[in-house]
């Protein structure tokens, strides 16, 4: 049932990415980042009232630093939606399982560290490096396309998205629960956008376009309360793992999205890129998990 739960988010996950791709016709990501995090702290706090869950935190300083990486990454991942095929910056986003591997090499090699880890440090740097090459394959066809800066910041996205979710296991370690944190996340994505459209102005409002808008908070709020349960029915590591590699379904949706809904028009050669990043994140997480079994999962 887990993997049912986690599929489940992916969809859900993807199905937001549709609804920001039509709505970033007419709204900038500021307004997209603002009613997004509007709609999920609506959301959020008629959930925690229901489960009885108090919103009261000891660790507002944590939240706000969850916030600001957070929102930096969301906002740099609805640009790259309105940019790009949807896939490639899904792909893109979902790039920051091999930056936590990334950063977990690099620090084991600035640390010096070898013992029982060392010869798994092998393995997984061919991992990341593979996925890097699938990013190179993925970003040439948008490069060709003069869409480049796009790349680049659904690459951002990707690396930002990293971040968040190391500071998110923080967070779990303090004993905090899922629904108090994703509540100040929206809480923070509502008050960066509500600042970025006090600088950068508002679009028109168009009944028929602003129809868009709720299903982003509703469906990202679902996505992450999903995967919460996916991980949560996890009775040993191996179903952890196999929850952690399923996400990567998100980019099959995405996939298809771009193709039914968009017509995006992805060559041969940025299909065999998607698919090398998800084979290398794929890698990358059995090889993180083995090396470190009990360390808390991803979440997106």
């Known amino acids: 049932m887990q993997a049912v739960w986690m599929i489940l988010s992916s969809f859900l996950i993807a199905s937001m990415g549709v609804c920001v791709k039509f709505a970033s016709a007419h709204f900038t990501s500021a307004e997209l980042v603002f009613y997004r995090g509007v709609v999920s702290i609506v959301f959020m706090a008629l959930y925690a009232r229901v489960h009885g869950t108090s919103l009261r935190t000891a660790y507002p300083a944590m939240h706000a630093w969850r916030s600001v990486i957070g929102v930096v990454s969301l906002s740099a991942w609805f640009y790259a939606i309105a940019h790009l095929p949807l896939a490639t910056a899904m792909t893109l986003n979902y790039m920051s399982g091999v930056w936590i591997a990334a950063f977990l090499v690099g620090g084991a090699l600035m640390l010096g560290k070898s013992g029982n880890k060392g010869p798994r ?94 299903p982003i908070g509703i469906l990202a709020s679902l996505g992450q309360l999903a995967m919460t349960r996916a991980y949560s029915m996890s009775q040993h590591h191996g179903g952890t793992l196999m929850v952690a590699n399923l996400q990567y379904s998100g980019i099959v949706f995405a996939a298809l999205y771009s193709l039914i809904l968009f017509g995006d028009n992805i060559p041969l050669t940025g299909w065999a890129g998607m698919a090398l990043i998800i084979v290398s994140a794929v890698a990358a997480t059995v090889l993180r998990a083995r090396a470190a079994p009990d360390a808390p999962a991803e979440e997106h």
């Not at 500071?167 to 600042?195: C, D, H, N, W």
């Not at 970025?196 to 168009?206: E, K």
């Open 121 to 214: 440090q092998g393995p997984l740097v061919l991992a990341i490096l593979a996925s890097f090459a699938g990013v190179v394959m993925l970003l040439r066809p948008a490069i060709d396309q003069n869409q480049s800066f796009a790349g680049l910041v659904g690459l951002l996205s990707g690396l930002g998205a990293a971040f968040a979710y190391m500071q998110v296991m923080a967070i779990s370690r303090m004993g905090e629960p899922e629904i108090r944190t994703v509540f100040y996340f929206a809480v923070g994505t509502a008050i960066a956008g509500a600042l970025g459209m006090a600088l950068t102005g508002t679009s028109a409002w168009n009944w028929q376009q602003a129809l868009w808008l709720p």
